[in-house]
């Protein structure tokens, strides 16, 4: 936000502005004196071309009027626009590893949460053939539950009957492909569900990535009973990338897109984001939207304050002294 005395202002420019504001918006002089805060009687005259007093003064009061509405527009759109992919450097490692699994690999991505693993995936699907992504849940850990969310993300029309012959129908459409199944969410499978996925890698020689928390890695890699149930599958495993959090560089990706500037804010954020368990990359969305949100119940512009009340809030479960 510009001090008005600090930058240059072009007086016709500023009235062409608020008359075109004016007619975009329907409303009457009246109704823009009062969400201007310029009174009627000085905009009604400025407007027809007529006024006879300072009008540099009024240009300057246009200019802050001006200012925050396209701050609020500005806002609006950061809280309607969220990131869907962004080339962070996890991304592009990740990313890696996809291209490697598709020439026929079975790889692991294990990653804290808010490392952007899911939009990274979702990207390499939209932009390649052969692939399909596939979210586990709840209640598809069982191999019946997960084979049905498979042939779904195949877009694959079950066939009556028992369980094998549709995973049967899956090996045969990844066969001389040359695609990859993205298993996301693979924390969720238990273990027969997951020796599934191990066997249409080895009969059908199609790529698999399992992609999931921490939980799943330590699954895979534990020792004692649990490594000695993954060994078949922990051998076949080509590549992978274990993270708990987003990178630095990341973080830094992060805040450039979102329009962050303040030195500041940006180490607040950065702070946060890199906290263990703090949620990475998703918390950082989560408090600029909420600064967002804060600034427009106050119809300002959002300043620095606002992303320190964000993060109090998102800290305490309070807004402003009141129980949230």
């Keep these: 936000m510009n001090n008005p005395e600090d930058?240059?202002?072009?007086?016709?420019?500023?009235?062409?502005?608020?008359?075109?504001?004016?007619?975009?918006?329907?409303?009457?002089w009246a109704g823009l004196a009062r969400?201007?805060?310029?009174?009627?009687?000085?905009?009604?005259?400025?407007?027809?071309?007529?006024?006879?007093?300072?009008?540099?003064?009024?240009?300057?009061?246009?200019y802050m009027f001006r200012q925050k509405v396209e701050s609020q527009q500005a806002r609006v759109r950061t809280l309607l626009n969220k990131p869907t992919f962004l080339e962070t450097k996890t991304a592009r490692r990740i990313l890696s590893i996809l291209e490697q699994a598709q020439d026929g690999g079975l790889v692991l991505i294990a990653t804290g949460p808010g490392t952007g693993k899911t939009m990274t995936a979702e990207h390499y699907r939209k932009g390649m053939s052969n692939v399909w992504l596939a979210t586990m849940d709840e209640t598809t850990r069982t191999p019946t539950a997960m084979i049905a969310e498979v042939l779904r993300a195949m877009r694959i029309s079950p066939v009556n009957g028992r369980t094998d012959a549709r995973s049967v129908q899956i090996k045969e459409h990844m066969q001389d492909r040359?695609?990859?199944?993205?298993v996301d969410e693979a924390?969720?499978?238990?273990?027969?569900?997951?020796?599934?996925?191990?066997?249409?890698?080895?009969?059908?020689?199609?790529?698999?990535?399992?992609?999931?928390?921490?939980?799943?890695y330590r699954r895979i890699y534990g020792h004692g009973t649990t490594g000695h149930q993954y060994a078949?599958?922990?051998?076949?495993?080509?590549?992978?990338?274990?993270q708990d959090m987003p990178r630095p560089?990341?973080?830094?990706?992060?805040?450039?897109?979102?329009?962050?500037?303040s030195d500041d804010v940006r180490q607040l954020l950065s702070r946060r984001a890199l906290a263990r368990d703090s949620g990475g990359l998703r918390e950082i969305q989560k408090v600029i939207e909420l600064a967002h949100k804060l600034a427009i119940g106050e119809d300002t512009v959002v300043a620095d304050q606002h992303f320190r009340d964000a993060l109090q809030v998102r800290s305490t479960s309070y807004v402003r002294g009141a129980a949230a």
Excluded: C, F
């Excluded at 006024?51 to 540099?56: A, F, M, Q, T, V």
């Excluded at 078949?232 to 274990?242: G, P, V, Y």
């Design 249 to 261: 560089e990341d973080v830094s990706v992060y805040l450039d897109n979102a329009g962050i500037e």
């Design 7 to 28: 930058v240059p202002i072009d007086a016709t420019e500023m009235i062409e502005w608020i008359k075109e504001y004016r007619q975009v918006k329907n409303m009457s």
């Design 187 to 216: 924390n969720h499978l238990d273990l027969p569900a997951i020796e599934v996925l191990r066997n249409w890698h080895d009969i059908s020689g199609g790529g698999i990535a399992l992609l999931g928390n921490e939980e799943l």
């Design 178 to 182: 040359q695609g990859l199944l993205l």
């Design 35 to 62: 969400v201007s805060g310029i009174p009627a009687g000085t905009l009604n005259p400025v407007g027809l071309g007529v006024y006879k007093g300072n009008i540099d003064n009024i240009a300057r009061k246009i």
């Design 232 to 242: 078949r599958l922990r051998s076949r495993i080509a590549m992978d990338h274990h």
